[in-house]
């Protein structure tokens, strides 16, 4: 818990990288925290990537957060890993920085991460979509679960953020995907 009291410090940037199968949410929900972080007019970059990973089947999205300007999207070492396949873990485990967080949804995850340098966090998110019924939150669970150990943003400026990227049509989604980011911060939890 002594990350939280960093964020006192207006000089923070927290470098993100969301990874998973397509279709799991995974870019939306890196745009939806930028988003966030706009609405709280902080420095954003929002960058999603297709390399040749993408033809498994996996997409991932890089978002940086900060109150000073960003010099470069491109990043190789990371502060959060959010890895919601096992590829993902595997190719992004190396990839957070000593100290930093990794966040990893429990279903489908054969070998679970280990790393005495880093804070894993376990989330099963599926698990709860599925218990609320509505696999499309899975995402704002996610979201939750982040905010709750790395409150980048606040979970008001991701409500501001929701009705400014989400279609008029949508917008009565909202209490739901609201309700679903309250859950997240309830069921994270450190696996070491």
Same mark, same amino acid.
């Given at each position: 818990m002594g990350e939280r009291s960093n964020y006192s410090n207006s000089k923070m940037k927290k470098e993100i990288i969301i990874s998973g199968f397509g279709g799991q949410g995974v870019l939306s929900m890196g745009k939806i925290l930028a988003y966030s972080?706009?609405?709280?007019?902080?420095?954003v970059t929002w960058m999603p990537a297709y390399g040749p990973e993408q033809r498994g089947? +996996?997409?991932?999205? +890089?978002?940086?957060?900060?109150?000073?300007?960003i010099s470069s999207p491109i990043l190789s070492r990371y502060d959060v890993a959010i890895v919601l396949n096992q590829p993902s873990l595997d190719k992004f485990l190396p990839k957070v920085k000593p100290g930093g967080i990794l966040i990893y949804d429990g279903f489908g995850i054969m070998n679970p991460p280990t790393r005495d340098?880093?804070?894993?966090?376990?989330?099963?998110a599926m698990d709860k979509a599925a218990e609320m019924k509505n696999a499309k939150v899975f995402n704002m669970i996610v979201l939750g679960g982040l905010l709750k150990v790395c409150p980048v943003v606040s979970t008001d400026g991701l409500q501001k953020a929701l009705f400014k990227s989400l279609p008029e049509r949508h917008h009565h989604m909202i209490p739901l995907n609201m309700q679903a980011v309250e859950e997240g911060m309830k069921i994270i939890?450190?696996?070491q």
């Open positions: 972080g706009l609405m709280e007019d902080k420095e089947g +996996t997409a991932n999205v +890089t978002v940086i957060v900060g109150e000073e300007r340098d880093i804070s894993i966090y376990r989330i099963d939890h450190p696996i």
